[in-house]
């Protein structure tokens, strides 16, 4: 295998990686917070990618072409759009269940999830098919040997780890991250030293599910496509990475992205065997890390949650 | 006398009244109401064609009833199949089970089919495939209730072999969905192309849902094809298309009839998808025999989406239905055996004659490519003019 080969397939890896990681880390932060899973994450996604979409939509029709403001906009729309949607659904379905065994909110997000992917599939115009994403990235490339090193490629991976460490810094800098911590680390002290809990909750479920529609965009930046259906094959691994790198902690998450990308590159490029079990393989090997690794690679400690 | 008389005239009055009312409200009297059904992927990722064949259905059954030599009313009960074997066969059950249904028009998807026939044979419903193209439809068993309208993926390919090495191509590489549909694709095309002497690079096998093929595509643009085969539906050869781009694959990018949508361009925007090749069993409906007649009645009953390629297809396979009921009545058994015996049977698809498997006889495939956002004949197309040309040729 030559250079420009091993190259695209490093490219790939850490696109697709980057892309994981934004999803996992909405699963941390939530389950860092409240204990919860919510498996809407990547249908919510998908939805704050369709709100861009449709941002973008309406910016051609009012006649604002350039690329750099449509894509500003589109972002800043798309990711308020979704923060509110993640605020609203701890606010009305996840905080309700508070006293409900852990059960109920997965499985009432999960047909929240259901529910939005289906609404989005028959109430948005044409919503069943495949819509085309503009490419609003410059698309120029250099050509290494066999290697098409792309621009719009560089920016969204650079884009998306510059989120990622914004966040980091984030929860470890300001009032806000150090009030998360507190919260994720115990809620009742937290509520006595006067750190409003409900803010925080809701704060951390928009945070979350902003940067997943930071991932939906990116996806759809890269892909040129999305669709309804987006969202649930991203969520789940986006899940699985989280598990894998140990929920609760943020850099599990994104260590989770990773290797996860990077099972699906050497499980296609690598064995021997169709490329079509790649995600069987990827899978597969993520069941054996947890079997290895009960509570992630990197397990949440109690006094250093989030 | 004189009360005789009025006597007399009042029964003729009350005669002529009661023929005349018999005759302003006869149909309503006279025609029982007939019940059949149609199933296809109404919604999901090829719900565009579901929807299209239902609506070709229903137009054939509005036009049927409005046509006063008719000896029945219709009615025609759609159902979904979400283009997912389990669904299919849920819904496949329900419509078989209901005894007042006598025959069926279903299944796009190839995977939906092959679940349900034995549904169908069970319970003695005749059904006739409006889309699906597996062979093993028609051919992997001995059901007299299976019949099928349009041609089969056999056909396809081998006319899509020929017709891709005439064009002067050598090399393919291969990436099908891992469904019946398309592993079968790619086992036939892969036939005919090396019988041709063409030859496959590398065949690769990817999950109907896949989002991203980069993996693959980087090791077929290693392998330098002259053309890249995709077998699969619309959705997954949307992203496929793009994602060559994106890594500077510049060969031909050629389909099977699973990509001849409308939604191919929605999903990627003129550009990319200009010089695409695809093949589609029968002739485009504005070409068929009966096609002018088909497109001018299906805009006239202002359906908010296009009948898609298999629409004519649903069209024809419910009017041969509906033929078989006024023919032999509407009794399952009846219509099975009517089945059997269709021979050059009229339509808008051209005549029907089915073979010892249901199978219709048609061999007629048209080839497409995409040119300015549409997909039109080959022989039509500047490409076969050359006026444009397709990747790799001078």
């Known amino acids: ?115 939005i992917r289906e609404a989005v599939r028959l109430f948005y115009p044409n919503g069943s098919n495949p819509k085309a994403f503009p490419s609003l990235l410059p698309d120029a490339s250099v050509d290494l040997g066999g290697f098409l090193l792309r621009a719009d490629s560089v920016i969204l991976v650079v884009a998306g780890l510059g989120l990622i460490t914004g966040l980091n810094l984030m929860l470890n800098r300001t009032r806000l991250g150090l009030a998360i911590r507190a919260v994720a680390q115990d809620e009742e002290t937290a509520r006595t030293m006067g750190i409003n809990y409900m803010v925080v909750v809701l704060a951390t479920f928009g945070i979350g599910s902003g940067v997943a529609a930071f991932a939906g965009i990116m ?40 290797i996860f990308a990077g099972l699906q590159v050497v499980g296609s490029a690598l064995l021997p065997f169709a490329s079509a079990y790649k995600d069987v393989f990827a899978f597969a090997v993520v069941i054996a890390i947890m079997a290895w690794k009960p509570t992630g690679l990197i397990p949440e400690r109690t006094s250093d949650r989030v | 006398m004189n009360s005789r008389f009025v006597r007399k005239t009042q029964r003729l009055t009350l005669a002529a009244a009661t023929a005349a009312s018999l005759l302003a409200t006869g149909p309503a009297f006279a025609k029982d109401t007939v019940h059949i059904g149609f199933i296809g992927p109404l919604t999901g990722g090829v719900s565009s064609i579901g929807l299209g064949g239902r609506n070709s259905a229903d137009l054939a059954v509005k036009l049927r009833n409005a046509d006063p030599n008719a000896k029945y009313t219709y009615e025609i009960e759609a159902l979904d199949d979400e283009c997912k074997p389990n669904v299919g066969v849920q819904v496949a059950t329900k419509l078989a089970a209901n005894r007042k249904v006598v025959g069926a028009i279903a299944h796009y998807c190839s995977a939906v089919a092959m679940g349900t026939v034995d549904v169908y044979h069970k319970f003695g419903l005749p059904m006739t495939v409006w889309g699906a193209v597996l062979p093993d439809i028609t051919y992997g068993n001995e059901y007299g209730e299976i019949t099928r309208v349009n041609g089969t993926m056999i056909n396809q390919n081998e006319t899509a072999a020929k017709f891709m090495l005439e064009q002067g191509y050598k090399t393919w590489a291969v990436i099908h969905d891992t469904t019946d549909y398309g592993k079968g694709h790619n086992t036939y095309f892969t036939k005919y192309l090396e019988e041709g002497g063409g030859k496959i690079l590398g065949a690769f096998g990817v999950t109907s849902d896949q989002q991203d093929f980069t993996a693959e595509l980087t090791q077929i643009k290693q392998l330098n094809p002259d053309v890249v085969y995709f077998a699969g539906l619309t959705p997954l050869g949307v992203r496929v298309r793009q994602q060559m781009d994106k890594l500077g694959i510049k060969a031909v990018f050629q389909g099977v009839s699973g990509i001849k949508s409308d939604a191919y361009f929605e999903g990627l925007g003129g550009e990319l998808a200009e010089g695409s090749v695809t093949f589609l069993e029968g002739a485009p409906a504005e070409k068929l025999p009966g096609g002018a007649f088909f497109l001018s009645e299906y805009e006239k009953a202002g359906y908010d989406s296009a009948p898609e390629a298999y629409g004519p297809f649903a069209f024809a396979a419910t009017s041969l239905l509906m033929d078989a009921i006024e023919e032999v009545g509407p009794d399952r058994k009846k219509i099975v055996a009517y089945m059997a015996t269709v021979k050059d049977h009229e339509s808008i698809t051209g005549p029907i004659t089915f073979d010892d498997h249901g199978q219709n006889t048609v061999a007629l495939i048209t080839p497409y490519v995409a040119q300015s956002g549409q997909w039109v004949v080959w022989e039509d197309s500047e490409y076969a003019s050359g006026a444009r040309k397709l990747p790799g040729k001078q």
């Open chain 1, 1 to 115: 295998m030559d250079i420009g080969l091993l190259a695209q397939y490093l490219a790939n890896g850490i696109m697709l990686g980057t892309m994981y990681a934004l999803v996992a880390v909405g699963f941390t932060l939530f389950f860092g917070v409240l204990d919860v899973i919510k498996f809407s994450h990547g249908d919510v996604l998908m939805l704050g990618t369709f709100a861009g979409f449709t941002v973008w939509l309406g910016l051609e029709a009012a006649g604002i072409s350039n690329p750099w403001v449509q894509l500003v906009l589109i972002l800043i729309a798309s990711m308020a759009f979704t923060a509110a949607a993640g605020a609203a659904i701890a606010k009305y379905l996840v905080l309700p269940l508070k006293k409900a065994p852990p059960l109920n909110t997965l499985l009432i997000t999960l047909m929240l999830g259901t529910a």
């Open chain 1, 219 to 258: 996806n759809g930046l890269y892909y040129n496509e999305i669709n309804f259906g987006m969202g649930l094959l991203l969520g789940l691994i986006g899940f699985s990475a989280a598990i894998v790198g140990g929920l609760g902690n943020l850099y599990g998450a994104i260590l989770g992205g990773f």
